[in-house]
T-cell receptor, first 111, second 116 residues
Framework: GIQVEQSPPDLILQEGANSTLRCNFS?????LQWFHQNPWGQLINLFY???GTKQNGRLSATTVATERYSLLYISSSQTTDSGVYFC?????????????FGKGTLLTVNP | SAVISQKPSRDICQRGTSLTIQCQVD?????MFWYRQQPGQSLTLIAT?????????ESGFVIDKFPISRPNLTFSTLTVSNMSPEDSSIYLC?????????????FGQGTRLTVV
């Protein structure tokens, strides 16, 4: 099946700093999503972005499908940005009914 | 976007017992998905639940351990049977909004299960 790798696995920032999270995937995809899991375990949808660029406030994401990667940018980080960020993809091949998740990036933003 | 209500939000259970988790969606959906997230790990798909047919289980998950019901297009339950401490995880249900491209996934708030 499709493989999803996220980097870095852990990231510690001071409030106000910027960061870039990366998601590499091993095959063509027809769905790519970024999620934020808060400390209570809830998954929050950030972006549905199988290709192109989107922005939502301090967050933006870019997916270059032909090169099989996606980037999530967080600017002017806040302590509430802390948590785990997951990238999840749905392969364009036979098993295209399910999402495959990366292992996540644990972000800690210190005041 | 779909609104998903999942309950209970958390529970502490004795080993050997069973827990049923409920998932209610505010719109009719064809497929509902159940995931497990073990401590410190990523999400793993347990099974896909279709209304009117048996659930489809992923490798490593069996119906006897994780029976699923799907009585209608807005509701599903997952039971964790004969629990052991290794079943301590967050369990999440998910649906797809098919009006968005190939389907944008949305998740319930999760059930944090601790087995003692």
């Amino acid at each position: 099946g499709i493989q999803v790798e996220q980097s870095p696995p852990d990231l510690i920032l001071q409030e106000g700093a910027n960061s870039t999270l990366r998601c590499n995937f091993s095959d063509s995809v027809n769905n790519l999503q970024w999620f934020h899991q808060n400390p209570w375990g809830q998954l929050i949808n950030l972006f549905y972005i199988p290709s192109g660029t989107k922005q939502n406030g301090r967050l933006s994401a870019t997916t270059v499908a032909t090169e099989r990667y996606s980037l999530l940018y967080i600017s002017s980080s806040q302590t509430t940005d802390s948590g785990v960020y997951f990238c999840a993809v749905k392969g364009a091949g036979g098993s295209n009914y399910k999402l495959t998740f990366g292992k996540g990036t644990l972000l800690t933003v210190n005041p | 976007s779909a609104v998903i209500s999942q309950k209970p939000s958390r529970d502490i259970c004795q080993r050997g017992t069973s827990l049923t988790i409920q998932c209610q969606v505010d719109s009719q959906v064809t497929m509902m998905f159940w995931y497990r997230q073990q401590p410190g790990q990523s999400l793993t798909l347990i099974a896909t639940a279709n209304q009117g047919s048996e659930a489809t289980y992923e490798s490593g998950f069996v119906i006897d351990k994780f029976p699923i019901s799907r009585p209608n297009l807005t509701f599903s339950t997952l039971t964790v049977s004969n629990m052991s401490p290794e079943d301590s995880s967050i369990y999440l249900c998910s649906v797809e909004d098919r009006s968005v491209g190939r389907g944008e996934a949305f998740f319930g708030q999760g059930t944090r299960l601790t087995v003692v």
